[in-house]
């Protein structure tokens, strides 16, 4: 965690190289689509991802980085992307995606809860709700 304050060319090196925990609905629903992978469309791949905004970003960002020197224009939206990279190469290269967590401070602790770690995952879509 950092502690102390970055500028800004310090954040977007930071923001590259952390892994960016996506919602606990994104991995759950990833894992249904994952099962049935030989007669998934692209289409319900692709609204598993916009309800996602990190996931989002992880996917058009490794799209990026792997861009073929033949590619001559952006990929800017999740359906092309997922035409370019293709079902079977998007769970190889996804299937292990972080949760987001509680941060501290929010006053809802576990019993037993030890200080200084990590609280449990959020519930997607209830972000500082109670689980």
Known sequence: MLTRQ?????????LDQ?????????????A??????????GRELTA??????IMTVKVLRY??????KSQVTD???IDRAI??????????Q????????????HGRHDAGHEPGAPCRPVRAGLVGAAP
């Open 48 to 53: 598993v991802i916009l309800h996602d905004p």
């Open 18 to 30: 952390a892994q960016l925990p996506v919602l606990r609905r994104t991995v759950t629903d990833l």
């Open 32 to 41: 249904g689509l994952g099962e049935r992978e030989d007669e998934l469309n």
């Open 75 to 77: 990929i800017t939206t």
């Open 83 to 92: 035409m370019m990279l293709g079902t079977t190469p998007f769970f190889r």
């Open 6 to 14: 970055l500028g800004l060319n310090a954040w977007v090196s930071y």
């Open 63 to 68: 799209l990026e980085s792997h861009r073929g």
């Open 94 to 105: 996804f299937s292990d995606q972080p949760l987001g967590r509680l941060s501290h401070g």
